[in-house]
């Protein structure tokens, strides 16, 4: 769930085999969603830009910066999901 990701995101580092765990959960969850929720050509573009956005963040080692990615992505799937 969204809450649960949240406190997932806030409670590892990133770097770490846990925090990797934790964005590869969230990539599927947001993947999931967009299968369960969305028309087709919405949900096409949704999977490329996730992809995308996941690909260009897999390099980065800013706790902040990625505190605030999972933050942003965390709120997008709740949004999705209702």
């Known amino acids: 769930s969204g809450a ?6 806030n409670s590892f580092p990133p770097v770490t085999m846990a925090g990797r ?3 590869l959960s969230l990539y599927k969850s947001i ?6 929720y969305m028309p087709l050509e919405m949900r096409q573009l949704g999977d490329a830009y996730v992809k ?10 800013k706790t902040d910066q990625l505190e605030q990615f999972f933050t ?3 709120k997008y799937l709740r949004h999705v999901e209702h």
């Open 21 to 23: 765990a934790h964005a």
């Open 72 to 74: 942003e992505w965390d």
């Open 31 to 36: 993947l999931r969603a967009h299968a369960k």
């Open 52 to 61: 995308a956005e996941f690909r260009l963040h897999k390099s980065v080692t």
């Open 4 to 9: 649960t990701c949240s406190a997932l995101s």
